[in-house]
């Protein structure tokens, strides 16, 4: 695996990007662990500074349907930005791409780090979420053209350990960080592994993309942004707005008639800027539904759980966060195991058996309650994180794997922005039923201002919210049982 030889006519350089040698021989070892130092990063940032919520409230003076902004501007800049994802992979190199992301991610890390109010923080989350918005798709492209097919489940793995581990233990490593220093230091930390990453990437990344130069369909980019932003935005201010806000009544209408607009224009565009046959796939449209419900139960989980935590049992930030990191630390193990398990067995024994497990898991949570031990609060969440490693690669390998190669970047686009959509519509979903359910079990009692009752109602409100998690496990399981192996190619 230490390199491997492409035909100079199915390699993305051309003479004026790489030497002949570099057309021929690509080592995808190093290319990979640029990739995985990267992404990490980047996906460590978007939920790092999550912890840190209630102290820049204090010391920025903001509100919290304001501070939200901080993780929600993250996500809604990827969610603008990786459609566009497989326009640029087609018009840049690979370097040029990797470069760039990084500076991105460099100069976001020291905006946000020095900023002295919440809107220059706000500015510099938003540049990092452009780093990050371009390394995940053109990691996933990168890797499908330099591994050859019976090798991805196993990389694939490895790609998993990244993008599981790192949100996930990124709230316990910020915990351990405000315990000891400023909010900043979280940012600050961070410098020393983008500066490497840059010159490992500066090194040993190599052009392998193929550059086909579409034409920039200004239109497309327009529509494309105002329907993934407008679906993104008016979702995250569900929560803090209410569903019948004119505001988000209005993103939502925006939102979806852009989309339309979008996909109709895509399918009559002769080189669409996102190519919608995709899904004419079938593999590849069920792995894509896998994937968004399994991102949705993710992401409601990690708004839900460090809530409770913190609220329900009264746990102070970092212990939350120590509570979580066992769970994040078994996806990192099991990642690479359940790839080499695909690469043997196929899909099929990995993905069903992982929605039962993420149903269960998500039953006994909706029965949680004040008095639940930490010990059983630490075996559910690693339960819930071992059901999502066994699907989360597995289904996004197995549909990825059926597409044809000049497909690659349009499915790796498609994926990645419905993670981050659906991620929003989630977050804004559990956080809707549990405040609903929570001022249920308030108007019923004698005393709704008694503080007793705090712990006890958002409780009560968390274990609705988890009904939403079962209902998206059982609609993947029901979706897994269609899956098949498609390596045909």
């Given at each position: 695996?230490?390199?491997?030889?492409?035909?100079?006519?199915?390699?993305?350089?051309?003479?004026?990007?790489?030497?002949?040698?570099?057309?021929?021989?690509?080592?995808?070892?190093?290319?990979?662990?640029?990739?995985?130092?990267?992404?990490?990063?980047?996906?460590?940032?978007?939920?790092?500074?999550?912890?840190?919520?209630?102290?820049?409230?204090?010391?920025?003076?903001?509100?919290?349907?304001?501070?939200?902004?901080?993780?929600?501007?993250?996500?809604?800049?990827?969610?603008?930005?990786?459609?566009?994802?497989?326009?640029?992979?087609?018009?840049?190199?690979?370097?040029?791409?990797?470069?760039?992301?990084?500076?991105?991610?460099?100069?976001?890390?020291?905006?946000?780090?020095?900023?002295?109010?919440?809107?220059?923080?706000?500015?510099?989350?938003?540049?990092?979420?452009?780093?990050?918005?371009?390394?995940?798709?053109?990691?996933?492209?990168?890797?499908?053209?330099?591994?050859?097919?019976?090798?991805?489940?196993?990389?694939?793995?490895?790609?998993?350990?990244?993008?599981?581990?790192?949100?996930?233990?990124?709230?316990?490593?910020?915990?351990?960080?405000i315990e000891l220093l400023s909010w900043n230091w979280i940012l600050w930390l961070l410098m020393p592994f983008l500066a490497?990453?840059?010159?490992?990437?500066?090194?040993?990344?190599?052009?392998?993309?193929?550059?086909?130069?579409?034409?920039?369909?200004?239109?497309?980019?327009?529509?494309?942004?105002?329907?993934?932003?407008?679906?993104?935005?008016?979702?995250?201010?569900?929560?803090?707005?209410?569903?019948?806000?004119?505001?988000?009544?209005?993103?939502?209408?925006?939102?979806?008639?852009?989309?339309?607009?979008?996909?109709?224009?895509?399918?009559?565009?002769?080189?669409?800027?996102?190519?919608?046959?995709?899904?004419?796939?079938?593999?590849?449209?069920?792995?894509?539904?896998?994937?968004?419900?399994?991102?949705?139960?993710?992401?409601?989980?990690?708004?839900?759980?460090?809530?409770?935590?913190?609220?329900?049992?009264?746990?102070?930030?970092?212990?939350?966060?120590?509570?979580?990191?066992?769970?994040?630390?078994?996806?990192?193990?099991?990642?690479?195991?359940?790839?080499?398990?695909?690469?043997?067995?196929?899909?099929?024994?990995?993905?069903?058996?992982?929605?039962?497990?993420?149903?269960?898991?998500?039953?006994?949570?909706?029965?949680?309650?004040?008095?639940?031990?930490?010990?059983?609060?630490?075996?559910?969440h690693s339960g819930l994180m071992l059901g999502v490693t066994l699907v989360m690669m597995p289904a996004q390998t197995n549909?990825?794997?059926?597409?044809?190669?000049?497909?690659?970047?349009?499915?790796?686009?498609?994926?990645?922005?419905?993670?981050?959509?659906?991620?929003?519509?989630?977050?804004?979903?559990?956080?809707?039923?549990?405040?609903?359910?929570?001022?249920?079990?308030?108007?019923?009692?004698?005393?709704?201002?008694?503080?007793?009752?705090?712990?006890?109602?958002?409780?009560a409100g968390v274990q609705t919210a988890f009904i939403l998690g079962i209902t998206l496990a059982l609609s993947g399981f029901?979706?897994?049982?269609?899956?098949?192996?498609?390596?045909?190619?």
């Amino acid at each position: 695996m230490s390199s491997i030889a492409i035909e100079p006519n199915n390699c993305a350089a051309t003479p004026s990007n790489t030497s002949e040698q570099e057309q021929k021989i690509i080592r995808p070892v190093p290319i990979l662990i640029s990739f995985l130092i990267a992404g990490f990063i980047g996906l460590f940032s978007e939920t790092a500074l999550n912890m840190a919520l209630g102290r820049l409230m204090i010391e920025l003076n903001v509100v919290s349907s304001t501070v939200q902004w901080i993780t929600t501007g993250y996500l809604l800049t990827m969610g603008i930005l990786i459609p566009v994802s497989a326009l640029l992979i087609q018009s840049f190199t690979t370097r040029q791409l990797f470069v760039a992301s990084l500076l991105f991610s460099i100069v976001g890390v020291v905006v946000s780090g020095i900023a002295p109010s919440f809107s220059v923080l706000l500015l510099g989350r938003v540049i990092q979420a452009v780093g990050t918005g371009l390394i995940i798709p053109l990691m996933f492209h990168t890797v499908l053209i330099i591994f050859p097919i019976e090798k991805r489940g196993s990389i694939m793995g490895l790609i998993g350990l990244v993008l599981m581990t790192a949100p996930a233990t990124g709230p316990a490593a910020a915990g351990l960080i405000i315990e000891l220093l400023s909010w900043n230091w979280i940012l600050w930390l961070l410098m020393p592994f983008l500066a490497f990453s840059l010159v490992y990437g500066l090194a040993f990344v190599q052009n392998v993309t193929e550059l086909t130069k579409p034409k920039i369909d200004v239109f497309s980019i327009v529509v494309s942004t105002l329907g993934f932003g407008g679906i993104v935005y008016g979702f995250s201010e569900a929560g803090s707005k209410g569903w019948g806000s004119a505001v988000v009544i209005s993103a939502l209408i925006i939102g979806l008639i852009s989309l339309v607009i979008f996909s109709l224009r895509q399918l009559k565009l002769e080189k669409p800027m996102l190519d919608l046959r995709a899904f004419k796939y079938p593999m590849f449209t069920l792995g894509v539904l896998c994937v968004i419900a399994t991102f949705m139960i993710i992401l409601s989980s990690m708004i839900l759980l460090p809530l409770y935590l913190q609220m329900g049992l009264g746990l102070t930030a970092l212990a939350a966060g120590l509570v979580l990191m066992p769970g994040g630390v078994l996806n990192g193990i099991m990642s690479p195991i359940a790839g080499r398990i695909f690469d043997r067995f196929g899909p099929k024994w990995l993905i069903t058996p992982g929605f039962i497990i993420m149903a269960i898991v998500l039953w006994q949570l909706s029965n949680v309650t004040t008095t639940t031990s930490i010990s059983m609060m630490v075996m559910l969440h690693s339960g819930l994180m071992l059901g999502v490693t066994l699907v989360m690669m597995p289904a996004q390998t197995n549909g990825l794997n059926q597409l044809p190669r000049e497909l690659y970047p349009d499915g790796t686009a498609l994926i990645n922005t419905f993670m981050q959509v659906s991620g929003s519509i989630a977050t804004a979903l559990a956080i809707t039923i549990m405040s609903t359910s929570q001022n249920s079990f308030l108007q019923r009692v004698a005393d709704p201002s008694d503080p007793l009752l705090a712990s006890t109602s958002l409780t009560a409100g968390v274990q609705t919210a988890f009904i939403l998690g079962i209902t998206l496990a059982l609609s993947g399981f029901i979706l897994s049982l269609f899956i098949k192996s498609s390596r045909v190619h």
